[in-house]
């Protein structure tokens, strides 16, 4: 039986349900542009790419993608996030996590500050011993690079670390860095490979024994 001591969580699509946000808040931008709305069918599988490929997704080619990221993280920053809500089960987990006194991160590919925001804005911050954003390194995922990073930071080797994840992405990344992957299939963001080291559940509370 695999024992491990870090839990090395993905945040949306994963601890939250933010397609919602997202979104919304693209679609204002597009709105700016005179552009008809997005559906989240449509783009589901852009959002867990980062802000530059995502804007280059669903934004006009011909724009200045840095300047409608600003815009859109900037909206970001001043919205209340509502619209959306931690998934079935994330806080029974992650408090059985805390009672077995085994460490949890972040490793995602948002920037710090909607990061820290999203964490706060859920009541979950305190809950993590680590924070790895899209900020802190030099590639995203798929790059294993913040899951090198967790290593380094914790101490703890990959074998006795699992990472959680609901897209192709957090699966490559947890791969590239030799990490068990549990995959969170709620909002598929494309396709998983099946291999010996991958679980898949549905609610977190099936996580817990």
Do not use: W
């Amino acid at each position: 039986m695999h024992i491990f001591k870090l839990v090395i969580f993905d945040l949306d699509g994963t601890l939250v349900n933010s397609d919602k946000t997202v979104i919304r808040i693209l679609n204002t931008i597009r709105k700016d542009l005179t552009l008809p709305a997005l559906k989240s069918k449509d783009i589901s599988f852009f959002l867990s790419l980062g802000g530059i490929e995502m804007m280059k997704k669903t934004i006009p080619i011909d724009l200045d993608v840095e300047r409608y990221l600003g815009i859109f993280r900037q909206r970001y920053m001043e919205d209340s996030l509502g619209s959306e809500n931690l998934y079935d089960g994330v806080i029974d987990y992650l408090k059985h996590l805390q009672g077995r006194s085994i460490k949890m991160a972040v490793f995602t590919n948002k920037p710090k500050d909607l990061t820290i925001k999203t964490l706060r804005r859920h009541k979950i911050h305190d809950f993590f011993n680590y924070i790895v954003t899209s900020d802190d390194v030099e590639f995203k995922k798929p790059s294993p690079d913040g899951c090198y990073k967790l290593i380094k930071m914790s101490s703890i080797p990959p074998e006795n670390i699992i990472m959680i994840g609901d897209s192709e992405l957090d699966q490559k990344a947890a791969h590239g860095a030799s990490i068990p992957f549990f995959y969170h299939n709620v909002s598929s963001k494309g396709k998983i490979t099946a291999s010996k080291n991958i679980k898949i559940f549905s609610n977190f509370n099936d996580l817990i024994d």
